[in-house]
C-alpha cells in the first residue's frame, strides 16, 4: 500500500476564490493543474495522472480530452504497438 503525502499550500484569497468556494474544492483545482502540467512534460504517466485524480482509465481519457491535454504517445510508441500487433496477428 502506498502511502499519502499532505501537502499545504498558502494562496491568496482572491486567487483562491476564483478556483473554488470553499478549501475542497480549491484543493482539488490545485491537484487538477499540477497533474495536467505534470503529465503534458511527461513527469507522470497516463495511469499515475489517473491516480493522482482518483479517476478510472476513462474517466482519465475523458478528462484529458475535456482539458484539451493531448495524449503522450510517441512515434516510438506507436510503432512498438505496431510491431506487437503485428506480432500477435502473425503480420510482417
Same mark, same amino acid.
Given at each position: 500500500?502506498?502511502?499519502?503525502? %499532505?501537502?499545504t499550500? #498558502?494562496?491568496?484569497d482572491?486567487?483562491?476564490?476564483?478556483?473554488?468556494? %470553499?478549501?475542497?474544492?480549491?484543493?482539488?483545482?490545485?491537484?487538477?493543474?499540477?497533474?495536467?502540467?505534470?503529465?503534458?512534460?511527461?513527469?507522470?504517466?497516463?495511469?499515475?495522472?489517473?491516480?493522482?485524480?482518483?479517476?478510472?482509465?476513462?474517466?482519465? #481519457?475523458?478528462?484529458?480530452?475535456?482539458?484539451?491535454?493531448?495524449? %503522450?504517445?510517441?512515434?516510438?510508441?506507436? #510503432?512498438?504497438?505496431?510491431?506487437?500487433?503485428?506480432?500477435?496477428?502473425?503480420?510482417?
Amino acid at each position: 500500500m502506498y502511502g499519502v503525502m %499532505n501537502v499545504t499550500v #498558502e494562496l491568496p484569497d482572491q486567487v483562491a476564490h476564483q478556483w473554488g468556494k %470553499n478549501p475542497t474544492e480549491v484543493a482539488r483545482q490545485v491537484l487538477a493543474y499540477a497533474a495536467v502540467e505534470s503529465y503534458r512534460t511527461g513527469h507522470l504517466s497516463h495511469r499515475q495522472f489517473g491516480q493522482l485524480l482518483g479517476l478510472d482509465y476513462w474517466q482519465t #481519457e475523458d478528462f484529458l480530452q475535456e482539458h484539451h491535454v493531448p495524449l %503522450n504517445y510517441s512515434d516510438a510508441d506507436v #510503432e512498438a504497438d505496431c510491431a506487437a500487433l503485428d506480432k500477435i496477428l502473425g503480420s510482417s
